[in-house]
């Protein structure tokens, strides 16, 4: 299924792009990434937590780069599998970069997500739930990297490193308390 | 092997579950929880048996509310005769989750907790204003119903808290009616489902609610659609333009059980049911 | 010198409870799944994610490192092994085997198999197999795997093709230029699961060169068979031993696991266990998902001049029955009508899906759904009443079938009034409040495929006691009642002294299947009560006995012969026929007999949801002779149940190439909730006494659907031609919004 999100970073495209091509920069950025470990040149050994609901989820596997079109795309590949369902999840996460006048980068991704196996009986609405979770999460992390966010997402999530689909509640306490953190500005509150 | 864990009190059960929020999970009636351990979607590695403890399936009424244990099962809800007097919508959704059999078992808590879209009474608890007791290892707190779900199968309560009850106000002149909606077999889980609640003054209807809930990932509720709605006697017009304006607001899940077309179709027609159910 | 011995009247026509209701019902009778053997382990399959992929290694290493697993077994495995001489099996094609060799080729195709202590381990060693797979295109629709540059399933069948069979009868181009009116539309239905209740479960044990197989099938003869070759020894060293189903209706049809626990044990060298869980029911078989494209010509008053059918069976990843049980589906759609000309081609088609299998009205339901409908259709289109068009049309004796065979013994007009007398046809309905209301009939036949046999071997004991030996398998359907109803009017003795044996392996039946049985089993089990009659009045002779009047005559007269036990045999061939030999071309005898249904139904639409309410149901079966009228309705009535799954609710939905719903919180299934209070059934009868009896275990299921989509259609005006008929389906067809 398709996950599309955009969201603008204040960036410039080429840094934008050096950023998303830095894999372990990058995986830092995304939520529930285990045991970054570079395999060869545009290939790297992952494991992503993931959790939809009370289902959590361990795919191991590996993220494949495809630099060739950057600065104005870039695609991650990245399949791997989950022993406890023995379900496999397939993700190809192509951005789009598209430079506004201002310094700041447009990122339009599409995020084609397969999940197999007994996770898939899960359903779609799940799925594409949790990931569009993910991405946000993503971008905001993103954003915070790169020099200020103003993401066209409505809904910020929480920081890297829990990949739950977390709470309202806690969600806005945590936006808070990174937002102290790191002095940046943060959509206003609320839902 | 999974460790079984029958605890003596609350503080012991909180303590458990603290300890290891994805590995040690809450049973109750266990209708949701054993069937995802039966799909093996999850294994957790300690379950936390929640059954001996005393005082959690009671219902009881004083003045101002009535408070259901959070392990009263749907069966005692639906057949309790002060729910059936006092909050009948609520009663009408208990007896229609799922077969009886699964009311037999499954508790109010344990839906709540489980926050799957596709239930019957958050829909109601949301619309009747209701609120879940909570007990955690950092003790008790009370939260709003409608605060509870925050998207698919999630919830804000944290680390080791568990609901221990469901209260809600009585007492207001209230006229309620739920609309359940399937699309297919009897047993399935709701594709739709409409509370809708007014609230009179005399003959007149002060305040008009309604709640979509299944067809979304938590119940919506639709306030800020009907607040301006009052008076009299509500008009056909009226009625239409609201559950159709209710319909276009919707975020609605596409499933085996409908389409988003399909859910904003049906929900119109539930709008206008309940609340023509509830105009006097 | 005659037998005389009379038979004792009224046996047949009672209804006298099941043998076993009892235990049936109190929970104490014995199934597959309740069985163990002494040392038995338990195995697990791990099943394939993708639905076509190579299989590049399987790493076992985890997996054994785990308590209690023993040993791991993969496709590579099997083909290597000496001990497994033939590893691919299957009844039409050989193209499967017990672990998927090579590549998976649907999402759940098994690719390895763990042996463990317990089931738990067993669990356990599953989840830590690694399988490296090389994701390949795959294919899902029918179509699209016919096309040019689709990925093919199996090297030795190109083009995906899976069986195509052709019939033609006149000129059906000439005719439908010269009809009055031609009507036109497609029909699909999806896959659906016969959800036993008793999954699929099987323990194989080796003792030296001799397999013995306790297993929950329909067919033990033919798994004895292919078990046979596939170790590539005689069927006398293999044993298959069936205990009462938990259900099978048609999914422990053919061979499923059975392969599976038979080379495991003889690998592991004890004895394993297999049992499924429910999802893993859903990945191993379901009904043929089908679209049938339908053309009629009709005349100016309404007579079928001309009919073109254009039929495509989805047969998953393996063959299983599909490339002839698409002739069977051929032949099953044309109907109860009469056609001067008529044009079908049907074809099966390999997918990367879960293999089709048997399913309870086999090849019908799909068919009947279609041409009901359409005649229906074609009624509203001429405005003329549905029930006189199928009047007009309908075959009758002596009439030819499309094939070229006259018909014989059909009752298609007896069964259309009578459904519709039930249900008031032309009465006026009266209304429901906001609901649209209306009713629906359908007819239909099936054919029963020659060529089958089954033998029986009764066992008259000096003592009194008879004893049948059959390879019958009671699946619910009361076969074991039904046995002991006809052994006990065909010898004239107490139903008390009957006892029906559990299968073995001891005779030949070619499954229990069909409706088959009753029909069958009166003809065997005749031919051997005869041959005991015969042999009880030689030794009558021998020893001067007066001829034997009653039963007890018979035990005097065995032991005054000193005989303690007298064995007859009978069997039933059903005559064969060539009208299948060559594919392209059927003609000639194409059902040994007809079996014949109807369904009427009233429906109230909820036309702002599209909800559809059964108010009423009624359905007729042709029974030539009832054996047991209460098991007889009951076959009736839940038949009729059966049929309203998949024709308002089950749906085995397919995404991504794989399923999505295989549980049964996904999976709708109708509650006693969603049957309606007024089902009710007939059974008719010839007043011939000596006429044929008719098993009448499916014979209202096909028109189940079709009868509810007329009924919704004369209700509402909309018209679905999709099963299953969901609410969201019904309201589209009524709003005008595609999918």
Redesign the interface.
Known sequence: MLVEETFTVAAPKAEVARFLLDVPRMGACVPGVEDLQRVDEDRYAATLLVRMGPIQARFKGDVTLDAGGAPDTIVATASGRDATTGSVAQVTFSADLVENGDGSTEIRSVSDVTIRGRLGQFGSGVVTSTAREMVKSFAQCAGQELGGVTPDTDQPSSPPGAASVIGRGLLSWLRDIWARIFHRGSRGGGK | MIRFVEPRDLQEACAVLADDEWGNKVISGGTALVLMMAQGLIAPSTLVNIGRLQGMDGISRDDARITIGARATHRAIATSPEVMQWLPALADACGRVGNVRVRNVGTLGGNLAEADYAADPPTVLVGLDAVCHVTGPHGARDLPVADLATGFYSTSLGPGEIITAVSVPIGEDRVSAYEKFVSRSSEDRPCVGVFATARYDGSSIEKLRVVVGAAVAVPRLCDDITGSVAGDALEDATIRNMAAAISEAIDPIEDARGSAWYRRKVTAVLVRRAVERVSR | MTTTVDRLPGVLGLSIPMPDAEERVVGTLRYTVDHSVEGMVHARL??S??PHARIVDVDVAGALAQDGVLRVLTGADIERAVEIPNPYFGLTRRDQAPLAIGRARY?GDPVALVIAETPQSARDG???V?VDYDELPYVIEPMEALAAGAPQLHEEWPGNECGEWRLHRGDVDLAMSQATHVFEATYTSPMANAVPFEPHVAIAAWEGDFLEVWTATQWPSAVRGELAHMFDTDPGNVQVRVFPLGGGYGAKSQLKIEPMVAVAAKMVGRPVRLEL???EVFLTTGKHPAVMDIRTGVDEEGRFVAREIDLVYNGGAYAVMTPKAVAQGLLRSIGPYRFPNIRIRSRGVYTNTVPSGSFRGAMTNQAAFAYESHTDEIAEGLGIDPFDLRERNLLQEGDVFASGQVMHDIHFQELLRDVAAVIGWGEETAPTPGKAVGKGIAVMVKTTPPGTRSEVRVEMRSDGDVLVHTNSVDMGQGVLGTLTQLTAHHLGVDIGKVRVQDPDSSTFDSMTAGSRTTFVADHAIGEACESIRRQVAELADRSDHPSPRTAADYEEIMLGAGITSLIGEGAYQSPPSDALSNPLDIKGEVADHWHQGAVAVEVAVDV??G?VEILRCHGAAWAGRVVNPVRARQQSEGSIIFGL?PA??EEV?V????V????L??Y????I??VPIELTSSSLESPDRDAAIHGVGEMTIPAVAPAIANAISRATGARVRQMPM???RV??AIVG?P?
């Open positions: 791990v099943r994610p993708y999402g599953a989840e830590a690694i869980e429910r999802d702002e949801t909800k799954g308002l609710f939905i995404a991504d190439g794989q999505t719903n295989p549980n919180s996904d709708m299934i109708p509650s909730v969603d969901t609410s969201e309201l589209r919004e999918e």
